[in-house]
């Protein structure tokens, strides 16, 4: 395989027999280092949909939170899980009553 280099973005990716490199500026750096530490707050957007995860008393599905924030299910369901993408909720899979796959999200357990 001949090496390879993809841009997206900031982001240039280096593809080669041995795997693969990213680089980035070091603006991005930065925040891609304190996300992973936990330094960076979700979006303003994402934490409204948060906010309503935490204040929930039970798990919250997407339909629920679209629900409570008058948003569209597919958006709804996008925050929860960039949310749980980024490690500020879990999630645990469920039978819907249409016979589908359905997420619940929920806080993480605090020790």
Known sequence: MADE?????????FVTDTGISITAAPEHIARIRDRARGLV???????????????S??????????HRMYLGIPNASNKLRVLWEQ????????????????????VKERP
């Open 57 to 66: 008393a039970e798990p919250i599905t997407s339909s629920e939170l679209a």
């Open 5 to 13: 280099t993809l841009k997206c973005g900031p982001y240039r990716f």
């Open 87 to 106: 490690g500020y909720i879990q999630r645990r899979e469920r039978c819907a009553s249409s016979g589908g796959v359905e997420f619940e999200y929920f």
């Open 41 to 55: 707050e979700p979006s303003v957007g994402l934490r409204d949909a948060l906010k309503q995860v935490e204040e």
